[in-house]
């Protein structure tokens, strides 16, 4: 095959949440350039975002049996950087898959949700940062670089893909596990980048966030868990409410929607149970009815049961993509990233999304990495909340509104 032909590298988007382990401090990130974006301009980044969650939902959903959980921010964010150097079709088709606007648009306001992720003085640890690692005799356009630096806090460091490609894999995967606390391991399998490879996006998002209202450990006990009505499963059910706890919460008939906060209240979970199976709800799963849904909530003392878990998953994301309609951006001879390099030679390889979550009685703990190879009262009864049978859960960012993972459980024990 003709080696003239570049694949992109490697675009890493690490998220992760953290609950009893002691703070870990990544890498200080940079300040990007917010100075025009607008609070309309923010909700729509937030509102595309959120769109492309459920979108990914649906699509992984016609393919996938077991639980799910990936981070639609991490994706967002890798396919951004990457589509500054699209243009022509290639950048068309990852605009629409994504919702982005146009350019200019998107960078300030992108940048904006940076930097309120990077924000200080926080009960919590949420941050974000990225990374260029570029091929270290491979020219790069300057607008590009300046573009990736000014607007997503992107830092350009040098590697050498062609004579030193093992290193180069293990130096980015090395970065990889410091950022996400040794929870991603080996992102880049060998193989995914080669000589070939000029360029490598990496960006962290690191959350560290305790329940404001904890789970009491005396309280977890087995418990069935209903994975079909006919398949039960014992597994550890945790809970918590008491005769002062509210929880925001609604009932809207074909499933109850549950709220659990994390301390300071700026982020938080939101829980989807269906009554009956997934299978109802998520023909009809969709942003809009998120909110309709959510809209209908209240304060409500409750007795609330959520299963302890922890999972990981992996997707391959090239096919994926494709069908969601991102085409010629992996096709050599059609994909156009010449904003990169100013050449039509590079296309996208392989997308691979790793994530891993960990809910337990104090908190929660979450990784993602995206790699974009370019190669009651005492007078009446609480209600009660039982996760005893699959469920969806979100972890939002409630200021914005951004969802940051997106995560299903069928079964708690994987």
């Not at 979108?55 to 964010?77: G, Q, V």
């Not at 992108?110 to 491979?138: C, R, V």
């Amino acid at each position: 095959m003709n080696k003239k032909f570049l694949s992109i590298g490697t675009v890493l988007l690490i998220a992760f949440a953290v609950i009893f382990a002691s703070l870990y401090k990544i890498e200080q990130t940079s300040q990007a350039d917010d100075s025009s974006s607008t609070i309309i301009g923010v909700k729509n980044i937030v509102n595309a975002n959120n769109k492309f969650a459920f979108d990914l939902y649906s699509e992984i959903d016609k393919h996938e049996e077991r639980n799910i959980f990936y981070s639609p921010y991490s994706i967002s964010a890798a396919l951004a950087m990457t589509y500054e150097g699209a243009r022509g079709k290639t950048a068309d088709e990852i605009k629409s898959v994504f919702y982005f606007p146009d350019k200019t648009l998107l960078r300030s306001n992108f940048a904006a949700i940076h930097n309120e992720i990077n924000k200080k003085d926080k009960a919590y640890k949420l941050s974000t940062g990225n990374a260029l690692w570029i091929q270290q005799d491979y020219k790069l356009l300057e607008e590009y670089i300046s573009i990736v630096e000014k607007y997503y806090g992107g830092k350009a460091l040098n590697v050498d893909f062609v004579r030193e490609t093992e290193k180069s894999r293990q130096t980015i995967n090395s970065f990889i596990e410091k950022q996400t606390n040794n929870k991603i391991k080996d992102l880049i399998p060998e193989g995914t980048i080669d000589a070939s490879t000029r360029l490598v996006l990496t960006n962290a998002v690191y959350f560290k966030g305790l329940w404001m209202l904890e789970f009491d450990k005396t309280g977890t006990r087995e418990h069935d868990f209903k994975i079909t009505p006919e398949n039960v499963v014992k597994i550890s059910m945790m809970h918590a409410g008491n005769d002062e706890a509210k929880f925001n919460y609604a009932d809207v008939g074909e499933l109850q929607i549950l709220e659990l906060p994390y301390k300071d209240e700026d982020i938080s979970m939101l829980i989807l149970l269906p009554k009956y199976s997934l299978d109802n709800i998520s023909s009809s799963l969709t942003l809009e009815k998120l909110e309709e849904w959510k809209n209908k909530m209240k304060k409500t003392n409750l007795d609330v049961y959520l299963p302890k878990l922890e999972f990981n998953a992996k997707y391959l994301m090239k096919e994926i993509l494709i069908n969601m309609g991102m085409t010629d951006a992996f096709e050599f001879g059609n994909a156009d990233f010449s904003g990169i390099d100013q050449t039509k030679d590079l296309f996208i390889g392989q997308v691979i999304h790793q994530a891993f979550v960990k809910i337990d009685e104090e908190g929660t703990e979450a990784a993602a990495a995206t790699a974009v190879g370019i190669s009651i009262t005492s007078a009446r009864l609480r209600e009660i909340f039982m996760a005893d049978h699959p469920f969806i859960f979100i972890i939002q960012e409630n200021k914005t509104g951004n969802i940051l993972f997106f995560g299903r459980v069928v079964d708690p024990r994987e």
